[in-house]
Nanobody
C-alpha cells in the first residue's frame, strides 16, 4: 500500500527558502518511477492548489503563482520527490502535500509558514 511522508516545513521569513521532501513507501522503485508526482498546497480558508508537477521523464510544470521561485525534482533511487522553495512570500503559507497522480493516496502534509 502506498504511503507518503512529507517533511521539511517550518517557519521562515519572507524571502527565505525551504526544501520539502516526500518519501513514498510501499512500492518498489520501478513503480515509483512511473508515477507522475504532484505537490499541492492548501492555505487557511483557501482551496487546494496544484503547485508543481514532475513527470516520469523529469518534465516539470508549475502554477503561475510559484513559477520562477519553486523547483520540483525527484530521485527515483530514493522514492523521493522534492520541492525547493525560494523567495518565499507570506501568501505561500499553507500545508503542502505530495501525491502520485490518479492513485488517490495522500500524506499528512507539512506546514509552511512565511512570516516576519
Amino acid at each position: 500500500q502506498v504511503h507518503l511522508v512529507e517533511s521539511g516545513g517550518g517557519l521562515v521569513q519572507p524571502g527565505g527558502s525551504l526544501r520539502l521532501s516526500c518519501v513514498v513507501s510501499g512500492v518498489p522503485g520501478s513503480i515509483f518511477g512511473i508515477y507522475v508526482m504532484d505537490w499541492y498546497r492548501r492555505g487557511s480558508g483557501k482551496q487546494r492548489e496544484l503547485a508543481a508537477t514532475v513527470t516520469t521523464d523529469g518534465t516539470t510544470y508549475y502554477a503561475d503563482s510559484v513559477k520562477g521561485r519553486f523547483t520540483i525534482s525527484r530521485d527515483n533511487a530514493k522514492n523521493t520527490v522534492y520541492l525547493q522553495m525560494n523567495s518565499l512570500k507570506p501568501e505561500d503559507t499553507a500545508v503542502y502535500y505530495c501525491t502520485p497522480r490518479n492513485i488517490g493516496r495522500w500524506g499528512q502534509g507539512t506546514q509552511v509558514t512565511v512570516s516576519s
